[in-house]
């Protein structure tokens, strides 16, 4: 079963005046101005629920309602494990290429559809959410009951998390990054952020770290010019783990917005990626794995402690350097 998507956008009155088309491109980049057209001409875009023209000039409070279910979404692996499975809760090993929820291109292609037409979740209550690109460990709660728990021990701090990566260098054998978490100005891509250490400063400075980010890093192996890195986040900040690793001049293998060159991601939004860029890369995805947590059973209050090996893609990239690294002078 395709779940129905239907976009609806009330038109702010700072966009009055803009043409349909000029509308949609801008607000919902992922078609261009030719795939914009060609979707309003199909009848899949209507304003104020009636058929309208490209060419349309939109009033301020125009309903403008986007049916997307009609266009054909990115290729994803839709087949995300169960690790553990009761009336309380879910826990998936999500793979590497699978949005949680819903966004841009993507609607029934997503871990959000999944558990409604396969696990018959009719709201998933999301408890850890992943990158699309992170693989790993992904904890849906059944009912309220069990995610305000859950919620509770994730915010305080109670669970322990453990990811698994691959990352750009030599790392050291052990390292505490401690700091803050803010948006990247310097950068051209708008939602990328960065990690700024903290290390040595004041009280009142940590006072004005409205995102304190506290990351654990142990070297687990090296291969040739890369290593695995085992990361223990002590806080839950979006691309915490990814940030830190380039701040600390260790990129994680494949990251395309925090990885060897932010401008990869830009040309990866446009589908102009070269062949360069993918050997840089070295993967297609990022190499970052959410392998184990450990957390309290919401309603028995017992010690879980749940597991997902590393996916095929990240072995066999440490499996051919090092062969690369054995085979050279």
Not at 208 to 229: W, Y
Request: hydrophobic residues 40%.
């Amino acid at each position: 079963m395709t779940l129905r998507r239907e976009v609806r956008y009330q038109i702010p009155q700072d966009r009055e005046g803009a043409t349909l088309l000029e509308f949609l491109v801008l607000r919902f980049p992922y078609f261009d101005r030719e795939g914009w057209t060609a979707a309003i001409v199909a009848g899949q875009v209507r304003v104020n629920e009636a058929p309208a023209e490209p060419a349309r000039v939109l009033a301020y409070r125009d309903v403008v309602e986007y049916f997307a279910s009609e266009h054909p979404e990115p290729a994803v692996i839709l087949d995300a494990r169960v690790v553990f499975d009761d009336a309380d809760l879910l826990v998936l090993d999500k793979p590497g290429n699978l949005p949680c929820h819903p966004g841009g291109r993507h609607f029934n292609h997503t871990l959000w559809a999944l558990l409604k037409e396969r696990h018959g979740l009719e709201s998933p209550i999301f408890i850890n959410r992943l990158d699309r690109e992170t693989s790993g460990l992904v904890v849906v709660a059944r009912h309220e009951r069990a995610a305000k728990d859950l919620r509770a021990q994730f915010a305080g701090r109670e669970v322990e998390k453990r990811y698994f990566a691959l990352v750009e260098g030599h790392f050291p054998a052990e390292a505490h990054a401690v700091g803050c978490m803010e948006e990247d100005t310097a950068s051209p891509v708008r939602k990328k952020r960065r990690f700024r250490s903290l290390a040595g400063a004041s009280p009142a400075e940590f006072g004005r770290a409205s995102e304190r980010a506290d990351t654990r890093f142990r070297l687990l192996a090296v291969h040739g010019p890369v290593s695995a890195v085992e990361a223990r986040p002590l806080t839950g900040r979006q691309h915490q783990i990814r940030a830190t690793f380039e701040a600390l001049g260790h990129p994680v293998v494949g990251d395309k917005l925090y990885g060897v060159d932010a401008t990869i991601f830009l040309r990866f939004c446009e589908g102009a990626m070269t062949d360069a860029d993918r050997a840089r890369l070295r993967l297609d995805r990022q190499a970052l794995h959410a392998t184990s947590l450990r957390f309290r059973h919401p309603r028995t209050r017992q010690p879980l402690t749940l597991d997902a090996p590393l996916p095929t893609d990240i072995t066999d990239l440490v499996r051919r350097l090092d062969l690369i690294a054995a085979s050279t002078p």
